[in-house]
């Protein structure tokens, strides 16, 4: 059986009407990991000249859809000087891909796959990150990550809609964060993970539930919660079919872990050390 479908390969500076059958090429490591029937002719975004990161002056950081997962790190690593930037290498370190992945693998890729386990989709998730779409006929919106990803593979897209940047605001690169991350292997794809930030401006505490649902939860409070609140903001939220469930994880762990792990960093980013408020 002959699965190669692709007929052609176009620059997308060209601009060219899409059809039926186009799929936009960031780095290809998905669509190159397994069949795609559907598609035949890939729109190669790899020559657009977008700048991998752009820190603006309002303190914003705009990382781009084609900006690697390496090129990410570096920068989290060397550039980012904000008390958040030990979260950017957190999430990075989820892929647990090789260096061949992390240098071709994309940002904005791993958004639009919308998989509960995508790490960049835990990251922009938990820093409150605003994606910027661009139509085919040149308009452009915003839309919350935590909206932008509607269910497991499910996306907020258009026909021929393309995800162009995703921004991070300034206070929340402020923010002290807290990261927890469970698998059922020790080498495995994340089953749950929870991102925790506080602001240091207001106090209020964001706790990001994702790869344990089958889209990105963040709860927010304008005062540090207690545990049961927290416990029980989660559980009015998520549903039970909202709990993902395959290989790696059925539901009722998943849920477990995710509940835990909310407290964990509940606990590390609000309490004194023996505290116990429940």
Same mark, same amino acid.
């Given at each position: ?12 500076? /060209? ?9 936009? /090429?960031? $780095? ?9 029937? &559907? ?13 991998? /990161?752009?820190? &603006? ?50 940002? $904005? ?58 921004? /991070? ?16 292997? $020790? ?60 290989? &790696? $994880? ?5 849920? &477990? ?22």
């Amino acid at each position: 059986m002959d699965l190669n479908t692709i007929t052609d390969v176009r620059d997308a500076r /060209l601009r060219e009407p899409w059809r039926a059958g186009d799929a936009w /090429l960031g $780095g290809g490591t998905y669509l190159f990991s397994e069949p795609q029937p &559907h598609l035949r002719r890939l729109v190669d975004l790899s020559r657009m000249g977008w700048e991998p /990161l752009t820190r &603006h002056p309002d303190g914003s950081l705009e990382i781009s859809a084609t900006c690697t997962i390496a090129q990410l790190s570096r920068y989290g690593r060397r550039s980012l000087h904000a008390p958040a930037a030990p979260l950017f290498e957190q999430c990075c370190r989820a892929f647990l891909a090789s260096f061949k992945i992390w240098n071709m693998a994309t940002v $904005g890729g791993n958004l639009c796959n919308g998989l509960p386990a995508g790490p960049m989709i835990s990251l922009t998730a938990a820093l409150d990150g605003s994606c910027l779409l661009r139509a085919q006929d040149g308009s452009v919106r915003e839309v919350k990550v935590a909206e932008f990803i509607r269910g497991a593979g499910r996306k907020d897209l258009a026909e021929g809609e393309l995800l162009r940047s995703v921004t /991070l605001p300034g206070r929340a690169l402020e923010c002290r964060t807290a990261f927890r991350q469970a698998s059922l292997y $020790g080498l495995g794809r994340s089953g749950a993970l929870v991102v925790g930030t506080l602001d240091p401006v207001d106090g209020s505490l964001a706790v990001t539930v994702t790869a344990a649902t089958t889209r990105p939860f963040r709860f927010w409070f304008p005062l540090p919660p207690t545990a049961g609140r927290l416990r029980a903001a989660i559980d009015s939220a998520v549903s039970g079919t909202e709990w993902f469930d395959d290989i &790696h $994880g059925l539901p009722e762990w998943r849920r &477990h872990m995710g509940l835990r792990l909310a407290e964990e960093v509940r606990r590390e980013l609000t309490e004194a050390p023996g505290r116990d408020d429940r």
